[in-house]
């Protein structure tokens, strides 16, 4: 019997439709919020957005302008060493994203106190780039940048985009003001908390691995009292040498209670951790492709 092909095949028309659709959504999003908060306020919280609101203040160049003058050599860069798909995205997002910001550069701002631009601006540019990056997109600039850093040198990804936003806000401070600074930290702290909740959620689980000679009985209690599937895996004492087979299962942040109570009342002296998982994709939890 032939197999049916879901509909949202990955890599099909739909599903890259959907994520392109996703990239210019994340892209206006971002836009609003530099106009909206970032820039009104001068709160260059890193990245290419930050370089030309501190280049507007030093030669009143249109941050638009700014964005698209930098993000081009960097896509070029992009399609050499990244990837043609990476390159077609980035290409799009970095024309796409100063366009938007160009289109909106006259809407009010709709605050000018420094602290609740630099959270809802955090916020705005964070939710933009997590639905950036759910599309499997790159907005390119910084994050281009930092990924050719980290192809070149061999340094970390994260270290890389550390390093780069941490000169823009080093300039900001001294283009604005230390406080400005201040403000920039707190917003690409917002900002990056935001990308996190966009990527995996609010529903956090929770990932125990049991340790217990009444393996065959917490494995009935999960199994058929708390209605979870498990893992057996392979263990063995470091000190004692012994066999200890450890069971792996992952229940939600409600469950974990009642995941304690059964194993305690099976076997009270096994050897219980619980560690948090952020994102749990499968059957019981959220489908794979979510």
Not at 47 to 52: E, F
Not at 246 to 268: G, H, I, N
Request: aromatic residues 8%.
């Amino acid at each position: 019997m032939r197999r049916k092909q879901p509909v949202l095949r990955i890599g099909g028309p739909l599903h890259q439709t959907i994520e392109y659709t996703l990239l210019l959504a994340g892209c206006l999003m971002i836009a609003l919020s530099f106009n909206f908060f970032l820039n009104p306020n001068q709160i260059a919280s890193g990245g290419v957005s930050g370089i030309s609101t501190i280049i507007q203040q030093l030669f009143g160049i249109e941050p638009a302008v700014m964005q698209w003058v930098l993000n081009i050599p960097l896509f070029i860069l992009g399609m050499l060493f990244l990837g043609g798909q990476f390159g077609l995205k980035t290409a799009i997002a970095s024309v796409v994203l100063p366009l938007f910001v160009l289109l909106t550069r006259d809407l009010e701002p709709l605050t000018t106190n420094a602290l609740l631009a630099t959270i809802y601006g955090g916020l705005g540019i964070g939710a933009g780039l997590g639905i950036v990056f759910r599309g499997r997109g790159s907005t390119g600039g910084i994050d281009s940048a930092a990924q050719l850093i980290h192809r070149w040198t061999g340094i970390g990804y994260g270290i890389a985009v550390a390093m780069l936003d941490g000169a823009v806000i080093l300039t900001a401070g001294i283009v604005f003001s230390p406080e400005k600074a201040l403000y920039a930290l707190i917003g690409l702290f917002v900002t990056t908390k935001t990308i996190d909740v966009v990527q995996t959620g609010f529903r956090y689980s929770k990932v125990a691995f049991i340790i217990s000679k009444e393996v065959e009985g917490i494995r009935q209690a999960v199994l058929f009292e708390l209605d979870r599937g498990l893992t057996l895996l392979d263990g063995r004492g470091g000190y004692s040498g012994e066999e200890r087979p450890t069971l792996m299962v992952v229940v939600s942040q409600t469950e974990v209670t009642r995941l304690k109570t059964l194993v305690r009342a099976v076997d009270p002296n096994a050897f219980l951790i619980l560690a948090d998982a952020n994102e749990v994709l499968g059957e019981g939890f959220k489908p794979n492709g979510q």
